[in-house]
C-alpha cells in the first residue's frame, strides 16, 4: 500500500492534526477501508514516515486523548489503531458561529438587541462556513446565560490495558516511593516513563512485565530489560522474507532496478 486514503468527514478537524498525527490517521483508516487491520508498530510509523518514534509514540497519544483514535491489543502483543472521527470535537463553523451570536459585554442590558444567525445565499456556493448576523429591530431586555466548561481533567494513559499490567505498575511506583523515595513529581513525567517503556520493550507487554519485576525483585532504580528479552524482540523486529520480497517488488517498480 503506497497510497492514504481520507474520508470527507475528517476534512473539518485536518487543522487541528500535525502532519505526523494526520499521516498516522490516515494510515489505520485506509487499511480499515480494505477491510484489514493496522497492526503497525511504532518503529514500523517511524520507519514509513522518516520521523523518530519518540515523535510516533507522542503523536498517537495525543490522537487518543483528543477522541481521534483508538487501540486494542491483540494477545498483548499487537496492537491494533483505529481510526475515529470523533463526535465530541466541535466544528470549526459551529466555534464561529458561537462567537458570532455572542453579544458585547460593554453593551447596556436595556439596550441589549437580539441576533439572529443566518448563511449567506450566494449562487454557486455551499453557505456551509459564510455567515451574516442579522439585526432584529425590537429591544428587549434579555439575559445571556453562558456555558460554564469545566477544565478536563488530565487522565493517565496506560499503553497496556491489561489489569496485570496496571497492577505491576501500581506495585513499581510503591516500591520506588518506599526503596528509593521518589515520586512522580507530574502526572507528564509518568507519561513520559510508561512511552519510554512502551518503545524499549516495542510494545510487548509480557516482556514489560518481567522487566518491571524483574527490577522489582533485584532492588534496581530503573526498569532494565534482560539480555534474553532483547534477543527475542531483536528477532521479532527482524522483516520476513515476504516483507522484503514486497520492499524489492515496490523498488523495482519505482526505478527499474533492485538493490542489493
Same mark, same amino acid.
Given at each position: 500500500?503506497?497510497?492514504?486514503?481520507?474520508?470527507?468527514?475528517?476534512?473539518?478537524?485536518?487543522?487541528?492534526?500535525?502532519? $505526523?498525527?494526520?499521516?498516522?490517521?490516515?494510515?489505520? %483508516?485506509?487499511?480499515?477501508?480494505?477491510?484489514?487491520?493496522? %497492526?503497525?508498530?511504532?518503529?514500523?510509523?517511524?520507519?514509513?514516515?522518516?520521523?523518530?518514534?519518540?515523535? *510516533?509514540?507522542?503523536?498517537?497519544?495525543?490522537? &487518543?486523548?483528543?477522541?481521534?483514535? #483508538?487501540?486494542?491489543?491483540?494477545?498483548?502483543?499487537?496492537?491494533?489503531?483505529?481510526?475515529?472521527?470523533? +463526535?465530541?470535537?466541535?466544528?470549526? $463553523?459551529?466555534?464561529?458561529?458561537?462567537?458570532?451570536?455572542?453579544?458585547?459585554?460593554?453593551?447596556?442590558?436595556?439596550?441589549?438587541?437580539?441576533?439572529?444567525?443566518?448563511?449567506?445565499?450566494?449562487?454557486?456556493?455551499?453557505?456551509?462556513? $459564510? %455567515?451574516?448576523?442579522?439585526? #432584529?429591530?425590537?429591544?428587549?431586555?434579555?439575559?445571556?446565560?453562558?456555558?460554564? $466548561?469545566?477544565?478536563?481533567?488530565?487522565?493517565?494513559?496506560?499503553?497496556?490495558?491489561?489489569?496485570?499490567?496496571?497492577? *505491576?505498575?501500581?506495585?513499581?511506583?510503591?516500591?520506588?516511593?518506599?526503596?528509593?523515595?521518589?515520586?512522580?513529581?507530574?502526572?507528564?513525567?509518568?507519561?513520559?516513563?510508561?512511552?519510554?517503556?512502551?518503545?524499549?520493550?516495542?510494545?510487548?507487554?509480557?516482556?514489560?512485565?518481567?522487566?518491571?519485576?524483574?527490577?522489582?525483585?533485584?532492588?534496581?532504580?530503573? *526498569?532494565?530489560?534482560?539480555?534474553?528479552?532483547?534477543?527475542?524482540?531483536?528477532?521479532?523486529?527482524?522483516?520476513? &522474507? +515476504?516483507?522484503? #520480497?514486497?520492499?524489492?517488488?515496490?523498488? %523495482?517498480?519505482?526505478?527499474?532496478? *533492485?538493490?542489493?
Amino acid at each position: 500500500m503506497n497510497y492514504f486514503q481520507l474520508p470527507l468527514e475528517i476534512l473539518p478537524y485536518v487543522s487541528r492534526l500535525s502532519a $505526523v498525527q494526520l499521516a498516522i490517521w490516515a494510515d489505520a %483508516y485506509t487499511w480499515e477501508a480494505q477491510g484489514k487491520k493496522a %497492526y503497525r508498530t511504532n518503529g514500523q510509523l517511524a520507519e514509513l514516515l522518516n520521523v523518530t518514534e519518540k515523535s *510516533i509514540s507522542c503523536a498517537i497519544t495525543n490522537l &487518543r486523548k483528543s477522541g481521534f483514535i #483508538d487501540w486494542s491489543m491483540i494477545n498483548g502483543r499487537q496492537r491494533i489503531i483505529k481510526a475515529v472521527i470523533p +463526535s465530541n470535537v466541535k466544528h470549526p $463553523v459551529e466555534r464561529k458561529a458561537s462567537r458570532l451570536t455572542s453579544i458585547p459585554s460593554n453593551v447596556d442590558t436595556a439596550s441589549r438587541q437580539t441576533y439572529t444567525l443566518h448563511p449567506v445565499e450566494r449562487k454557486g456556493c455551499i453557505p456551509s462556513n $459564510v %455567515y451574516q448576523v442579522e439585526k #432584529d429591530n425590537r429591544e428587549e431586555k434579555r439575559e445571556v446565560s453562558r456555558e460554564v $466548561v469545566s477544565p478536563k481533567k488530565e487522565e493517565l494513559v496506560l499503553p497496556f490495558e491489561s489489569e496485570e499490567f496496571r497492577t *505491576i505498575w501500581s506495585e513499581w511506583k510503591e516500591y520506588k516511593r518506599k526503596e528509593h523515595r521518589f515520586t512522580f513529581k507530574a502526572m507528564k513525567t509518568e507519561q513520559a516513563a510508561l512511552h519510554k517503556l512502551h518503545n524499549d520493550v516495542q510494545g510487548n507487554e509480557r516482556i514489560a512485565i518481567d522487566a518491571i519485576g524483574n527490577s522489582i525483585a533485584n532492588g534496581w532504580k530503573g *526498569i532494565f530489560i534482560s539480555s534474553e528479552a532483547k534477543r527475542e524482540l531483536s528477532r521479532s523486529s527482524k522483516p520476513g &522474507r +515476504s516483507e522484503e #520480497d514486497r520492499r524489492k517488488f515496490a523498488e %523495482y517498480i519505482a526505478t527499474g532496478k *533492485i538493490s542489493s
